[in-house]
């Protein structure tokens, strides 16, 4: 029984016994002998009125650091006034549905805090926390015996505010969005007595050192106008994602207490990763000689897993051979937001670039054709290259830079390069061209030689010609994976292109990104057109004609 196993870790085996026999009456009853232990054990809470969380079918048993955590944050709730905790923790340890949603509805139930704020990075996962919280309340036999019905139909209850009808007195959870401001907010007479931070900092946030700063100062405000200055708890969990970000300014902070882990157990993933059974791992994981790479490195997986094991944080539900993928996917991501290491932060992304001859490239069948052009504005040396790539998707999925070119160029002669290299690959239908630098001035250029020469004329070109407003890191970012899988192959002639490359560190640490951002731009436009096959005139004879 798992009232018993509770009361025995509280009280002992003897004294366990005995709560259970006098009240044998009132175990799981109204404000009975569940309703008392749960208030004094937060991880009884979970297990038991929250059980539909955390335990049956499909469910993962949850980590000695998970239950290390809860009773962390229940020490803090119950004997600590005006403290800060930050758990920084590798993405998919399931933070918010451990740590945030389970403490606040918690903290709300025994009215450790009457006035509730949970805040996100968006709007859209604000609410859903709300969602949630309903969902592990609403319909709750266990919490609606032992604590009755806290639902008042008179009470707020709306996709940001729930009250509930709590005793001795009613409380409120709210979620509100990063971009909000919780200055000054208050449920009644009442300011925030528990803050939540779950993934507070978006991507904006982290475009420049002036944004993080104005971001990081803007909380300090708001916090200390908004909480409850007697009785109040700051919560924050969340992910490192660079140098001086949100989550790294509070681990710095010594008024916080900050714990952080990492999701692999090892002092070294790259040499974990780079060596024995899991460097052959990778070498046929990025064999694009291999007609199934990944199916076949998940062979070799399968038929050595025992001795390719190692230590993670969640044993209980993760698993070797998912990490590693993650790590050969992007290395330097894998280090920040599973590892928590931001001294990564700066190294290079592109860890395994493979080449192929241009006879090798050009000896294969492709489906589709696109040329993208980042053009720059002139030819000195502070200015940006112009980008040219000419990229190819063959039937197996794989795509092929067929061309690859970075040079200073005027608009003159950027614009003869764009009509070379449309006469030399014929097999071009898309041309992408980045309307930042020329704002369309230049398309109009192409299309007018191109209509006074029959042969492109009658190719029907396509021109793309749009401005490009996205976070380039994140953008970049998104191609890490299949370049160091091999998914993208490159002309190995294109030496000083595919340089640029393997020399990315992020748009910050990195002096020129011109090839990574055209080859990332190629990306984004063949995986958006159509394969148009090609319309085959027969000789009549076929006919019998």
């Known amino acids: 029984?798992?009232?018993?196993?509770?009361?025995?870790?509280?009280?002992?085996?003897?004294?366990?016994?005995?709560?259970?026999?006098?009240?044998?009456?009132?175990?799981?009853?109204?404000?009975?002998?569940?309703?008392?232990?749960?208030?004094?054990?937060?991880?009884?809470?979970?297990?038991?009125?929250?059980?539909?969380?955390?335990?049956?079918?499909?469910?993962?048993?949850?980590?000695?650091?998970?239950?290390?955590?809860?009773?962390?944050?229940?020490?803090?709730?119950?004997?600590?006034?005006?403290?800060?905790?930050?758990?920084?923790?590798?993405?998919?340890?399931?933070?918010?549905?451990?740590?945030?949603?389970?403490?606040?509805?918690?903290?709300?139930?025994?009215?450790?805090?009457?006035?509730?704020?949970?805040?996100?990075?968006?709007?859209?996962?604000?609410?859903?926390?709300?969602?949630?919280?309903?969902?592990?309340?609403?319909?709750?036999e266990f919490v609606i015996q032992a604590f009755g019905n806290i639902f008042n139909k008179n009470l707020k209850n709306n996709s940001e505010e729930l009250e509930l009808d709590t005793k001795p007195k009613r409380t409120m959870i709210r979620s509100i969005s990063a971009n909000s401001s919780f200055r000054g907010t208050r449920y009644g007479s009442n300011?925030?007595?528990?803050?939540?931070?779950?993934?507070?900092?978006?991507?904006?946030?982290?475009?420049?050192?002036?944004?993080?700063?104005?971001?990081?100062?803007r909380f300090d405000s708001d916090a200390s106008n908004a909480i409850e200055e007697s009785n109040f708890h700051l919560i924050a969990v969340g992910t490192i994602q660079m140098k001086n970000d949100f989550y790294h300014s509070l681990a710095n902070n010594p008024i916080w207490k900050t714990r952080i882990h990492a999701g692999v157990l090892v002092n070294n993933v790259d040499e974990l990763f780079n060596n024995g059974l899991w460097l052959e791992f990778k070498r046929i994981?990025?064999?694009?000689?291999?007609?199934?790479?990944?199916?076949?490195?998940?062979?070799?997986?399968?038929?050595?897993e025992k001795d390719m094991q190692y230590p993670l944080l969640w044993q209980e539900y993760w698993d070797c051979l998912s990490f590693a993928l993650k790590y050969f996917s992007n290395p330097v991501s894998f280090k920040i937001?599973?590892?928590?290491?931001?001294?990564?932060?700066?190294?290079?992304?592109?860890?395994?670039?493979?080449?192929?001859?241009?006879?090798?490239?050009?000896?294969?069948?492709?489906?589709?054709?696109?040329?993208?052009v980042d053009p720059a504005t002139g030819t000195d040396a502070k200015n940006d290259y112009s980008a040219f790539c000419v990229m190819s998707e063959a039937d197996n999925s794989i795509r092929y830079v067929?061309?690859?070119?970075?040079?200073?160029?005027?608009?003159?002669?950027?614009?003869?390069?764009v009509i070379d290299l449309i006469r030399k690959y014929e097999d071009i239908t898309h041309i992408n061209v980045e309307k930042n630098t020329y704002m369309g001035s230049d398309v109009l250029k192409l299309n007018e030689i191109i209509n006074n020469d029959p042969s492109l004329k009658s190719r029907?070109?396509?021109?793309?010609?749009?401005?490009q407003?996205?976070?380039?890191?994140?953008?970049?970012?998104?191609?890490?994976?299949?370049?160091?899988?091999?998914?993208?192959?490159?002309?190995?002639e294109d030496k000083d292109f595919i340089e640029q490359i393997k020399d990315f560190a992020g748009c910050k640490y990195t002096l020129h990104d011109d090839a990574p951002d055209v080859v990332t731009s190629a990306v984004e436009t063949i995986s958006t057109i159509q394969n148009v096959p090609k319309l085959k005139l027969l000789d009549l004879s076929y006919l019998g004609l």
């Not at 300011?191 to 100062?217: A, G, M, P």
């Not at 067929?402 to 390069?417: A, C, H, V």
């Open 402 to 417: 067929r061309k690859g070119i970075i040079d200073k160029l005027k608009f003159d002669d950027y614009i003869n390069q």
């Open 469 to 492: 407003n996205k976070n380039k890191d994140a953008r970049i970012s998104s191609i890490v994976g299949d370049v160091n899988l091999g998914q993208i192959v490159f002309n190995e």
């Open 285 to 304: 994981l990025t064999d694009s000689g291999r007609e199934f790479p990944l199916e076949d490195a998940k062979e070799f997986y399968y038929n050595n």
């Open 460 to 467: 029907g070109i396509i021109f793309i010609n749009k401005q």
């Open 1 to 140: 029984m798992i009232l018993y196993k509770y009361l025995k870790i509280n009280y002992g085996d003897e004294l366990a016994k005995k709560l259970i026999k006098e009240n044998k009456d009132r175990l799981f009853t109204y404000h009975g002998l569940a309703y008392q232990l749960g208030r004094i054990s937060f991880e009884f809470f979970c297990m038991y009125f929250l059980q539909e969380a955390y335990t049956g079918s499909g469910k993962a048993e949850l980590s000695p650091t998970h239950k290390e955590i809860w009773e962390e944050v229940q020490n803090s709730i119950q004997s600590i006034n005006g403290d800060r905790r930050e758990y920084i923790i590798s993405r998919g340890f399931g933070k918010t549905s451990t740590i945030s949603l389970p403490l606040a509805v918690w903290c709300s139930l025994y009215n450790y805090s009457i006035y509730t704020v949970i805040s996100s990075s968006i709007s859209d996962t604000a609410e859903q926390f709300i969602a949630e919280i309903k969902m592990l309340l609403k319909d709750n």
């Open 191 to 217: 300011r925030i007595n528990l803050l939540i931070l779950d993934d507070y900092q978006n991507e904006n946030v982290l475009s420049s050192e002036q944004t993080r700063e104005k971001f990081i100062n």
């Open 337 to 372: 937001e599973i590892q928590n290491d931001i001294n990564n932060i700066g190294e290079k992304l592109f860890k395994t670039i493979i080449t192929k001859s241009a006879v090798e490239i050009e000896s294969i069948s492709f489906k589709k054709t696109i040329l993208s």
